[in-house]
């Protein structure tokens, strides 16, 4: 049989000023190519890296996106690969004279009509899943946590068929540190809101060691969450003896160092005792129609290349905007990826307050890094330059469109917990996750990830919908991906088309509908949270 005709040679030029564009042909293209512009390739190309358009001088800008992306460190003649090494980065932008909201209006109809089948939570949020989260105050009693949550798996959860999971809140703070540090603060109301995360229906349950810097009471301060409180005259599991319900509701607290337990499996039999009423409760809750907007979703993308702002992210940000439409909450993150397109969001801000929260939040993270004898250009790996990613400038022009057109209405630090709907910039390193983390903290119930290179990242407190930026990468993780947005740069689909798909996709996940490939398999990423502080 004869081999089928090779694809076209397909280039991609993000605006017509650019002086380059990436090839988009699965295994890039050979030297001695001709484009249909007439342009003959002098190097061969891979898929995603640039090809200079007209000759580039040397020092003279590289345009992508309209935006210099890094300046010419030799002459570049025309139909040259154009890659990481021959590019010399600009200087971050400065964070004074920023455009502080001059976008002018945003005139976008509202969508209406749009719901989905979630769990009303007592404080108004609501969960896109019905989850028991086991809460930890340190690293130390994670081995004891993990343990009793199998027990909880296969003695208790068949009993409660409404409840979708039982976990575990692991993660690797609590003692060890310098605890009243100022940005001490980070990582425990970091894990305080994710407690407090609605896929977890308002129950708290802790598992503290007894010993370490992070008390319950100081990660739950009194009148600081509204706990359901057990029988009065029940004695509290912690180191704080009897207490009066009818004063004030306790904290579940299971502390395994107190006396009470003698052994292993009595720390065991208490976990599985405090866990009981927290699942009937949760048992007895029913998913509800409720509208679009109680959708919180974080947007995030891991294992980008050069089609990230091509394919994937476009549809993202077009989604974004069909959320803000309809009234819900989408939070962008990334400090890093997002740095060098500060300008174009302090101009979205809805007012001027709203981009000097921005600013300062970009300065605080230059700050940070300068102390670690570092800058952005740190963050982009050696999976972004294979994939066609000069520089951190290029990334960032990529990533920023995952946040759509719409006004940008608030501004959180790290850790912080959502107070308002919209469009937020939700401060957070761009390590994938740790963003996630802290995404679930502000109060994400639902997630998008969307992945150039492949990752199998997901988490166990959020369902996480993962967009391929290329159909290649579809095609070979056909059941890690959701959703294969290399269909645009294929031809056979708009960005439009893939807005609407990925946001009726959102409603069918979080109503339980469907699950992601990462809910199918259990892929879940630990937690980590972030902890700028300093560790003793």
Known sequence: MSAPNPRPPLTIRMHAADNVAIVANDGGLPAGTVLPSGLTLVDRVPQGHKVALVPIAKDAAVLRYNVPIGYALQDIPAGAWVHERMLHMPAARSLADLPRSTAGAWNAEPLEGYTFEGYRNADGSVGTRNILAITTTVQCVAGVVDFAVQRIKEQLLPRYPNVDDVIG?????????????PDAIIPIRTLRNISKNPNF????????????????????????????????????TGSTGQFDAKKEPALDVVCLQAEKHVGFMSMIDSVLESAVPHLERLNARQRVTVPASELVVGVQCGGSDAFSGVTANPAVGFCTDLLVRAGATVMFSETTEVRDAV??????????????????????????????????????????????????VEKAMGSIIKS??????????????????????????????ICGT??????????????????????????????????DLARRWHDLMDV?????????????????????????????????????????????????????
């Not at 007894?210 to 739950?220: I, M, S, T, W, Y």
């Not at 997630?447 to 150039?452: A, K, L, N």
């Open 404 to 433: 759509g057109t719409a006004p940008i209405s608030g501004v959180l630090s790290p850790g912080e917990k959502l107070q308002h709907k919209g469009l937020h910039y939700a401060a957070t390193p761009a390590s994938d996750f």
């Open 169 to 181: 809140l692991e993660h690797s703070y609590g003692c060890g540190v310098a605890i009243d540090a």
């Open 343 to 392: 300008d174009q969001m302090t101009a979205r801000a809805t007012t001027p307050e709203i981009a000097d929260a921005m600013a300062r939040e970009m300065a605080w993270y230059d700050a940070y890094l300068g102390r670690g004898q570092a800058d952005r250009s740190a963050n982009t790996t050696p999976g972004n330059k294979a994939g066609g990613l000069s520089n951190i």
């Open 438 to 471: 802290l995404q679930l903290a502000a109060g994400m119930n639902l997630h998008v990830f969307t992945t150039g290179r492949g990752t199998p990242y997901g988490l166990a407190e959020c369902p996480v919908i993962k967009v391929a930026t290329r159909t």
């Open 201 to 236: 229906g308002g129950e708290v349950m802790v598992v503290s060691l007894g010993c370490e810097k992070l008390q319950p009471d100081r990660l739950f301060p009194a009148g600081g969450i509204a706990i359901k409180p057990v029988a009065a005259g029940a004695v509290d």
């Open 484 to 536: 294969n947005a290399g269909r645009i740069a294929d031809g056979e689909a708009s960005i439009e088309d893939l807005g609407w798909e990925l946001f009726r996709l959102m409603l069918d996940v979080a109503s339980g509908r469907k699950k992601t490939w990462a809910e199918q398999w259990k892929l879940h990423n630990a937690l980590v949270l972030f902890n700028p502080a300093p560790i003793t």
